[in-house]
């Protein structure tokens, strides 16, 4: 049994911060394993083998727009989060290797997105869920001490010209693209994540229960409570 918890729009460095307590939390047995689900304010990650020049915009132009850019401690290359794309962390203990949790992980939102009628696929050789020729989901993990850490970012109703500042995940002539471009419309980032929650159980194998993160609450979002610390 694991838990998960919905905890709205969350500002990137207090959510890595979360996630590395977690991960202790959960190595020395105080808490359960869980998968966190929320949103980022605009911000653009480099994983561990980013290409510092595939941020196409000095550092203060991008600030300039609203966007922060952060090193990060996941794998992969350069991606962009914003409001309206649903960003989830399973931190979760890996039972059978990283590549199992990734294909778990991609399954879920493969299979989400079928039931709107959207053929998408993993591919494992350019981490992602693809509609054709085009990314819908980025995934990167860190893994330590047998824990994982970061997960994936499904973009939903995403502004998608924040992709413009980079090359997603290193990736020239890749598309990026969205559910609201795909259909016309995308839910709620918090409708998709509870709509998530029976897929996750599914595909890892663990039942999940909802749960409150400590000092988070729907009145009081992390983001919030972060800032104003």
């Known amino acids: 049994m694991a838990d998960w918890s919905w905890l709205g729009r969350v500002a990137y460095g207090p959510a ?51 966007i922060e850019v952060c090193q990060t401690s996941r794998g992969g290359d350069v991606t962009f989060h914003g409001p309206g794309q649903l960003v989830g962390y399973p931190i979760f203990r890996l039972r059978r290797g990283v590549r199992a949790y990734m294909q778990a992980m991609a399954t879920s939102i493969v299979e989400w997105l079928a039931r709107l009628g959207l053929a998408a696929e993993w591919r494992a050789s350019t981490p992602g869920v693809w509609l054709a020729s085009e990314k819908i989901c980025a995934l990167g993990v860190q893994v330590r001490h047998g824990i994982a850490t970061h997960g994936f970012a499904l973009n939903l109703g995403v502004d998608l010209d924040g992709f413009s500042a980079i ?15 795909q259909i016309g419309s995308a839910p709620p980032p918090e409708v998709v994540a509870r709509s998530l929650i029976g897929l996750f159980e599914k595909n890892f194998g663990v039942q999940l229960v909802e749960a409150r993160v400590p000092g988070c609450n729907r009145t009081a979002p992390l983001t919030r409570m972060m800032e104003a610390s």
């Open 167 to 181: 090359i997603p995940c290193g990736l020239r002539g890749a598309g990026v693209t969205s559910l609201a471009r």
């Open 16 to 66: 890595l911060e979360l996630q590395e307590q977690i991960r202790n939390e959960i190595l020395v047995g105080r808490r359960r394993e869980i998968l966190l689900l929320l949103e980022h304010p605009a911000v653009i990650t480099l994983g561990r083998h980013a290409d510092p020049a595939h941020v196409l915009l000095p550092i203060p132009a991008l600030r300039a727009q609203g």
